[in-house]
């Protein structure tokens, strides 16, 4: 079936713009996550959804890094005044249904690069 | 707040060699560690993972091994091949409901 899918996959943008990335899980899965990934480096926590439950914002680097998930289903992390050190790949998972399936699928990501 | 400590950060070994990764972790509540392997370019997957009722779990060529007391975990690569080359992530969390932490990344090299 279809795997999580993420847009744009790439994007260059001008320091201060607002960027929107998107994520869309497979279909199902309540959990949904956001990390990022700067070049040659780990994946860093931005923020967990899990059903209704209240979002887990507490790897939000800033205030200007704000995400939504809609319907339970597709989400968007929005980057509010882009700086030169917010360029990193943004990768989003999804899992079925925690604690019975973790297992995190990951989305191929979205290259961002400020200008 | 959480952390994961990862080592070594890079890892070179010879083809048919074992390869050893090990993690700490501080969030004593933490219940299951699930390893990826990134390759070059690619999404992140999962390899293998163990919670903490257990202290060992393999599958063929991999294994990993957890001691709650110490907060350790570790992934063993026996008869490691080319395509084992790859940036291996632990991680840890307390399961469902809670965020998922991840080390920094081993980038391990098998040499033919």
């Known amino acids: 079936g279809a795997g999580v899918s993420q847009s744009p996959s790439n994007k260059v943008t001008e320091k201060g713009k607002d960027v929107e990335l998107r994520c869309d899980p497979i279909s199902g899965h309540t959990a949904l996550y956001w990390y990022r990934q700067s070049l040659g480096q780990g994946l860093e926590f931005l923020i967990y959804?899990?059903?209704?439950?209240?979002?887990?914002k507490s790897g939000l680097p800033s205030d200007r890094f704000s995400a939504e998930r809609t319907g339970g289903s597709v989400s968007t992390l929005t980057i509010q005044r882009t700086q030169q050190e917010d360029s990193a790949v943004y990768l989003c998972a999804s899992s079925l249904f925690p604690p019975d399936q973790e297992t995190q699928y990951f989305g191929p990501g979205t290259r961002l690069l400020v200008l | 707040g959480e952390n994961v400590e990862q080592h070594p950060s890079t890892l070179s070994v010879q083809e048919g060699d074992s390869a050893v990764i090990k993690c700490t972790y501080s969030?004593?509540?933490?219940?299951?560690f699930p390893w990826y392997k990134q390759e070059l370019g690619k999404r992140p997957q999962l390899i293998i993972d163990i919670r903490s009722n257990v202290g060992e779990k393999k599958d063929q060529r991999i294994a990993v091994t957890l001691n709650k007391t110490a907060k350790h975990f570790s992934l063993h690569i026996t008869e490691t091949q080319p395509e084992d080359s790859a940036v291996y992530f632990c991680?840890?969390?307390?399961?469902?409901?809670?965020?998922?932490?991840f080390g920094a990344g081993t980038r391990l090299f098998v040499k033919a």
């Open positions: 959804f899990q059903g209704n439950s209240a979002p887990d």
């Open positions: 969030d004593s509540a933490s219940n299951y």
């Open positions: 991680a840890a969390s307390r399961g469902g409901g809670f965020k998922t932490i």
